[in-house]
């Protein structure tokens, strides 16, 4: 049988305003590297597609750099036929500037005002086409809230059809100790305090693979093991 497939989104996007200067996040990539590392080691092929951060990627793993949301979404949707579980772990700017204004912008005497346009979003596209032949594949978000946030991030879990969200503060971006709220959705939410990121992705493991082990299941006893469209290349 095949391994599992398993896709994570990691650390910032960054987008371009001119040709020295973007916008982006304080996002480390830490929490999707840890897990690229413990999914690599339990038997899964992994792909990391991850921002423009310093990283040391294990050679086993699958890495696809990108830079603004537009470069993920596109990694994302090339990589969708052979996934079957995806980690969105990335800090995704949700809007960017409209232009790239080409060179370096020269100040002049007034304020400047930058129109920003939405970018997509990488984890609802992705969840618009959940089902394949093998049945829903496996997706675990990350709402992050800087208000009482696990109400907002139920409707998000709900929005993108996730099976797990994980809230938490944006206190955890970039730092190696966080304090999360694990949601499933139909189920009582479970606080994580003080977790390290590699605890975290120990337990996201064990989540994504229980479920992929029975959408396996479930895929053989229809006798849908391996389609075709999603055997390695
Ligand atoms: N996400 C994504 N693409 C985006 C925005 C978010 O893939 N353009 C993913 C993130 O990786 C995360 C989840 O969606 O797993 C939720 O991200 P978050 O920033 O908390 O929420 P948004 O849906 O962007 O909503 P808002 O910014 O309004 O809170």
Redesign the pocket.
């Known amino acids: 049988m095949k391994k599992p497939v398993l896709l994570i989104?990691a650390g910032p996007t960054r987008e371009p305003i001119d040709d020295v200067r973007f916008l982006s996040n304080g996002a480390s990539g830490r929490l999707g590297l840890g897990l690229a590392r413990v999914a690599q080691a339990g038997g899964w092929e992994v792909h990391l597609a991850l921002g423009p951060v310093k990283a040391d990627i294990p050679s086993d793993v699958h890495h696809h750099p990108f830079e603004t949301?537009r470069d993920?979404d596109r990694i994302c949707a090339g990589l969708w036929p052979r996934v079957d579980a995806m980690v969105?772990?990335?800090?995704?700017?949700?809007y960017r500037p409209e232009s790239r204004i080409s060179g370096k912008m020269k100040k002049s005497e007034g304020d400047w005002n930058l129109t920003l346009i939405r970018?997509?979003?990488?984890?609802?596209r992705r969840s618009r086409e959940k089902r394949d032949a093998s049945g829903d594949r496996i997706l675990?978000?990350?709402?992050?809230?800087s208000g009482a946030g696990e109400e907002?991030a139920r409707r998000?879990a709900v929005?993108?059809s996730l099976d797990l969200?994980l809230c938490n503060s944006p206190d955890n971006l970039g730092v190696a100790m966080g304090d999360y709220t694990w949601i499933e959705p139909g189920e009582a939410s479970i606080d994580l305090p003080n977790i390290s990121k590699e605890l975290l992705a120990g337990k996201l493991l064990e989540f994504i693979g229980t479920h992929v082990t029975s959408r396996r299941s479930h895929s053989v006893s229809m006798g849908n093991d391996e389609p075709e469209s999603q055997k390695a290349k």
């Open positions: 989104t949301a993920l969105a772990t990335a800090a995704v700017c949700d970018n997509p979003d990488v984890l609802e675990v978000g990350f709402a992050l809230e907002e998000k929005k993108k969200v």
